[in-house]
C-alpha cells in the first residue's frame, strides 16, 4: 500500500472544478507576484543511491570539527549512542498524542517517567510533559503566575539567558502582561532594585540558578524579600540540580527550563525540550501534558492523560496555554538518558564539568591575559575578562578548530566547559591563547 499518491492531471482539474476555479494559477493569484518562484525549482536529475552517497560524502567532507568551549543556552555533552537507537524506533517516532490510553501505554508510561523524574531533580511536587524549550516554558510560567495571584506584572532578573528574556518579552505583549526588568551588579541580581520594584500588581519574580554567566546566586535572600503572595519562578539547568540545593529546598513555586543537558545533541538551533514544575497547589494552572499513573479493572497498572479540562482543546481560550500537542519525543531523549546514568551518573558528570570549569578558570587567570570580574561561585560556566581584544581572540581560536567562549561587551568572554573537555583541550587553548602554539 502506498503511503502517498500523487495527483493526476484529471485529479487536479475535479478538485479545480469542486472549489469554483479554473487554474493554479488563479488558486494562487492572491500571492505577491515579488515572492514567486519565477524560475524552474532546478532539481537535479536522478542518481544512484551510490552516486548520492558520495555526493552526501563529500559534503560532509566541507565540515571542521570543533572542541567547543561554548555553552549560553546550548552545551556540548556527550549523549550516549543508545539515546538515538532508542528514540528512532519507529512506535515513538510515529507516535501522535496518546488520547486513547488502551493503545498508547508505552508513550503514557515514559511521559510519566519524565514528569517523576523531573519532580525528583527539581525538588516539587508536579511536573509536566512537555515544552517545545526552556524560553517558552518559562514564558508559560509567568502565565501560571499572573492566573493565579490575578496579578499584570512579573519582575524578570537581567541575569537571565538574553534569548529566554526575548521569549518571555514576546509571549507577554499578546497577554498583556507587564515585564519590568530587574537590574543586575556585578554579573547578579540586584537586590536592592529588586526590593524597589516590588509592589501588589507583582505576580511573579523569575531568576536564574545558575544565571547566564554561571553563577549561582543567592536565591534563599530573593526567596526571604518576596513577602506579598508573588511566586518565586527558578529557570534551572536540570543536570545541575543533581548536585545543587534544588528549587523545592530554596521555597521556589515553579522551576522551569530546558532539558538540552540531559542527553539531547547540538543540531543546529534545536530540537529542544523544555519542562515545568511546580507545587501541588498550581497543577491545575499547569500547561501542556501531564499524565497520571492508576489501575484498571483487573487491579494492574495503567496510565492516562489527567486533568485534560485545564487544555485549550476543552477550555479554548480560557485554557492558560495554546500548547496542545505531543512534544515527547525529545523528552523521551532525557528519560532515557536518566535512565542510563541513573542519580550517581547525573552527580559525576555534573560534577566533571564543575571541576572542569574551575580548572580552566584558574589555568586562565595564570596567563595573566585575564581577570576575574566577580568572586561569585559558578557551576560550568564563567566569565572572565580579556586583556586584549576578544573578538580577535575568537578568529585565532577558530584557526585552531576551537570554537572559544561567547564573547560579551567590554572584552567579557563566558566560557563553558562540560564534562566531555579533556584535561588535554584545555591546556591546548590555553596555550593557543598564551602564544606557545
Same mark, same amino acid.
Given at each position: #500500500?502506498?503511503?502517498?499518491?500523487?495527483?493526476?492531471?484529471?485529479?487536479?482539474?475535479?478538485?479545480?472544478?469542486?472549489?469554483?476555479?479554473?487554474?493554479?494559477?488563479?488558486?494562487? /493569484?492572491?500571492?505577491?507576484?515579488?515572492?514567486?518562484?519565477? &524560475?524552474?525549482?532546478?532539481?537535479?536529475?536522478?542518481? /544512484?543511491?551510490?552516486?548520492?552517497? /558520495?555526493?552526501?560524502?563529500?559534503?560532509?567532507?566541507?565540515?571542521?570539527?570543533?572542541?567547543?568551549?561554548?555553552?549560553?543556552?546550548?552545551?556540548?555533552?556527550?549523549?550516549?549512542?543508545?539515546?538515538?537507537?532508542?528514540?528512532?524506533?519507529?512506535?515513538?517516532?510515529?507516535?501522535?498524542?496518546?488520547?486513547?490510553?488502551?493503545?498508547?501505554?508505552?508513550?503514557?508510561?515514559?511521559?510519566?517517567?519524565?514528569?517523576?523524574? %523531573?519532580?525528583?531533580?527539581? !525538588?516539587?511536587?508536579?511536573?509536566?510533559?512537555?515544552?517545545?524549550?526552556?524560553?517558552?516554558?518559562?514564558?508559560?510560567?509567568?502565565?501560571?503566575?499572573?492566573?493565579?495571584?490575578?496579578?499584570?506584572?512579573?519582575?524578570?532578573?537581567?541575569?537571565?539567558?538574553? &534569548?529566554?528574556? @526575548?521569549?518571555?518579552?514576546?509571549?507577554?505583549?499578546?497577554?498583556?502582561?507587564? %515585564?519590568?526588568?530587574?537590574?543586575?551588579?556585578?554579573?547578579?541580581? +540586584?537586590?536592592?532594585?529588586?526590593?524597589?520594584?516590588?509592589?501588589?500588581?507583582?505576580?511573579?519574580?523569575?531568576?536564574?540558578?545558575?544565571?547566564?554567566? !554561571?553563577?549561582?546566586?543567592?536565591?534563599? *535572600?530573593?526567596?526571604?524579600?518576596?513577602?506579598? *503572595?508573588?511566586?518565586? %519562578? #527558578?529557570?534551572?539547568?536540570?543536570?545541575?540540580?543533581?548536585?545543587?540545593?534544588?528549587?523545592?529546598? =530554596?521555597?521556589?513555586?515553579?522551576?522551569? !527550563?530546558?532539558?538540552? #543537558?540531559?542527553?539531547?545533541?547540538?543540531?543546529?538551533?534545536?530540537?529542544?525540550? !523544555?519542562?515545568?514544575?511546580?507545587?501541588? /497547589?498550581?497543577?491545575?494552572? #499547569?500547561?501542556?501534558?501531564?499524565?497520571?499513573?492508576?489501575? +484498571?479493572?483487573?487491579?494492574?497498572?495503567?496510565?492516562?492523560?489527567?486533568?485534560?479540562?485545564?487544555?485549550?482543546?476543552?477550555? &479554548?481560550?480560557?485554557?492558560?496555554?495554546?500548547?496542545?500537542?505531543?512534544?515527547?519525543?525529545?523528552?523521551?531523549?532525557?528519560?532515557?538518558?536518566?535512565?542510563?546514568?541513573?542519580?550517581?551518573?547525573?552527580? @559525576?558528570?555534573?560534577?566533571?564539568?564543575?571541576?572542569?570549569?574551575?580548572?580552566?578558570? +584558574?589555568?586562565?587567570?595564570?596567563?595573566?591575559?585575564?581577570?576575574?570580574?566577580? +568572586? @561569585?561561585?559558578?557551576?560550568?560556566?564563567?566569565?572572565?575578562?580579556?586583556? $586584549?581584544?576578544?573578538?580577535?581572540?575568537?578568529?585565532?581560536?577558530?584557526?585552531?578548530?576551537?570554537?572559544?567562549?561567547?564573547?560579551?561587551?567590554?572584552?567579557?568572554?563566558? =566560557?563553558?566547559?562540560?564534562?566531555?573537555?579533556?584535561?588535554?583541550?584545555?591546556?591546548?587553548?590555553?596555550?593557543?591563547? &598564551? $602564544?606557545?602554539?
Amino acid at each position: #500500500m502506498f503511503k502517498y499518491f500523487p495527483h493526476t492531471n484529471e485529479d487536479i482539474h475535479q478538485m479545480l472544478e469542486k472549489i469554483g476555479v479554473k487554474s493554479l494559477d488563479e488558486l494562487f /493569484s492572491e500571492i505577491p507576484s515579488e515572492i514567486l518562484l519565477n &524560475r524552474d525549482y532546478n532539481v537535479p536529475s536522478s542518481h /544512484s543511491e551510490l552516486e548520492i552517497y /558520495s555526493h552526501i560524502n563529500s559534503l560532509t567532507a566541507k565540515n571542521t570539527q570543533y572542541t567547543i568551549f561554548r555553552g549560553a543556552g546550548a552545551y556540548d555533552v556527550y549523549v550516549p549512542s543508545i539515546i538515538s537507537y532508542l528514540t528512532s524506533r519507529q512506535e515513538f517516532l510515529t507516535s501522535y498524542t496518546p488520547y486513547q490510553p488502551e493503545i498508547s501505554q508505552g508513550t503514557l508510561q515514559y511521559i510519566f517517567e519524565f514528569q517523576s523524574m %523531573i519532580c525528583e531533580l527539581t !525538588g516539587l511536587d508536579v511536573a509536566n510533559a512537555s515544552m517545545y524549550d526552556g524560553p517558552t516554558a518559562t514564558a508559560e510560567s509567568i502565565f501560571m503566575a499572573t492566573s493565579v495571584t490575578r496579578r499584570n506584572k512579573v519582575l524578570l532578573s537581567s541575569t537571565l539567558n538574553p &534569548r529566554a528574556i @526575548e521569549v518571555v518579552k514576546t509571549y507577554a505583549k499578546y497577554k498583556g502582561i507587564n %515585564i519590568e526588568m530587574i537590574n543586575e551588579k556585578n554579573k547578579v541580581l +540586584d537586590f536592592e532594585d529588586l526590593q524597589s520594584k516590588l509592589d501588589n500588581d507583582v505576580a511573579a519574580v523569575v531568576v536564574g540558578y545558575p544565571n547566564f554567566y !554561571g553563577i549561582l546566586e543567592d536565591h534563599d *535572600k530573593v526567596r526571604n524579600i518576596l513577602t506579598n *503572595k508573588e511566586l518565586l %519562578i #527558578m529557570n534551572v539547568e536540570p543536570r545541575a540540580m543533581s548536585v545543587l540545593k534544588t528549587p523545592g529546598e =530554596f521555597g521556589a513555586d515553579i522551576a522551569c !527550563g530546558d532539558g538540552q #543537558m540531559l542527553g539531547i545533541p547540538l543540531s543546529c538551533g534545536g530540537p529542544y525540550v !523544555g519542562f515545568i514544575a511546580a507545587k501541588d /497547589s498550581l497543577l491545575r494552572k #499547569m500547561p501542556g501534558r501531564i499524565c497520571g499513573m492508576t489501575t +484498571d479493572v483487573d487491579g494492574k497498572r495503567g496510565f492516562v492523560l489527567t486533568l485534560q479540562a485545564r487544555e485549550q482543546h476543552i477550555r &479554548r481560550e480560557k485554557a492558560n496555554s495554546n500548547i496542545c500537542s505531543n512534544q515527547s519525543l525529545m523528552a523521551l531523549h532525557t528519560v532515557i538518558y536518566m535512565s542510563l546514568m541513573g542519580k550517581k551518573g547525573l552527580q @559525576e558528570v555534573s560534577l566533571k564539568s564543575y571541576s572542569n570549569a574551575h580548572y580552566l578558570h +584558574d589555568e586562565l587567570l595564570k596567563t595573566n591575559l585575564f581577570s576575574k570580574i566577580t +568572586d @561569585e561561585e559558578f557551576f560550568c560556566e564563567f566569565v572572565l575578562r580579556y586583556h $586584549g581584544d576578544a573578538k580577535e581572540l575568537e578568529q585565532k581560536l577558530l584557526e585552531h578548530n576551537i570554537l572559544g567562549g561567547l564573547v560579551l561587551d567590554n572584552n567579557d568572554i563566558l =566560557f563553558c566547559v562540560t564534562e566531555k573537555r579533556t584535561k588535554e583541550e584545555m591546556d591546548y587553548l590555553v596555550d593557543i591563547i &598564551r $602564544g606557545d602554539q
